[in-house]
T-cell receptor, first 112, second 114 residues
Framework: GENVEQHPSTLSVQEGDSAVIKCTYS??????FPWYKQELGKRPQLIIDIRSNVGEKKDQRIAVTLNKTAKHFSLHITETQPEDSAVYFC???????????FGSGTQLTVLP | NAGVMQNPRHLVRRRGQEARLRCSPMKGHSHVYWYRQLPEEGLKFMVYLQKENIIDESGMPKERFSAEFPKEGPSILRIQQVVRGDSAAYFCASSPSSGDTEAFFGQGTRLTVV
């Protein structure tokens, strides 16, 4: 089955700096890679996703890159703000929203 | 659209009791997924259901756990004879019947076994 590794487990940045979270996956058939943000005690919320036919996708301060050959994908957050503080999960799936395999999460703290 | 509704939000059960978790998908969604999240860990897939069908239960423990999604009413995740290790947050997600689109998560049910 699929295995998703996520690094780092914790990340602290100064407000305004960039944050990068990296994930690797094992199943070459995976073609859908979403990123979720989860605030304490709340539901995971999709912030951006990318499919295997695209190498990069950007939405305002958030971008995701995908390297299918190396089987890794990354989340980039620029101009971080305190409200970006949360746990971020990467995930992989063979087909869109189907059975997602999640990484172990990154606790991002943005220091004011 | 009320979103994915889960209830109860918090559930306390004594060891050996049964836990029933409910999930009402978003309107128009007929696919439901259950995930379990242990404290400070990622979400682990448990089961994928469509109306009256279990599509994939590869993530479900073989004993004590069962799930259903009847023609009418919410999806139910049932845990019999709960043990302390079942304490976790259980999230339900739903997606439309067709199309390549994201799954939307509910607020989760936090099960505590005492």
């Amino acid at each position: 089955g699929e295995n998703v590794e996520q690094h780092p487990s914790t990340l602290s940045v100064q407000e305004g700096d960039s944050a990068v979270i990296k994930c690797t996956y094992s199943d070459s058939a995976s073609n859908y890679f979403p990123w979720y943000k989860q605030e304490l005690g709340k539901r995971p919320q999709l912030i951006i996703d990318i499919r295997s036919n695209v190498g990069e996708k950007k939405d305002q301060r958030i971008a995701v890159t995908l390297n299918k050959t190396a089987k890794h994908f990354s989340l980039h957050i620029t101009e971080t703000q305190p409200e970006d503080s949360a746990v971020y999960f990467c995930a992989a799936s063979r087909s869109s929203a189907r059975q997602l395999t999640f990484g172990s999460g990154t606790q991002l703290t943005v220091l004011p | 659209n009320a979103g994915v509704m889960q209830n109860p939000r918090h559930l306390v059960r004594r060891r050996g009791q049964e836990a029933r978790l409910r999930c009402s998908p978003m309107k128009g969604h007929s696919h439901v997924y259950w995930y379990r999240q242990l404290p400070e860990e990622g979400l682990k897939f448990m089961v994928y259901l469509q109306k009256e069908n279990i599509i994939d239960e590869s993530g479900m423990p073989k004993e004590r756990f069962s799930a259903e999604f009847p023609k009418e009413g919410p999806s139910i995740l049932r845990i019999q004879q709960v043990v302390r290790g079942d304490s976790a947050a259980y999230f339900c997600a739903s997606s439309p019947s067709s199309g390549d689109t994201e799954a939307f998560f509910g607020q989760g049910t936090r099960l505590t076994v005492v």
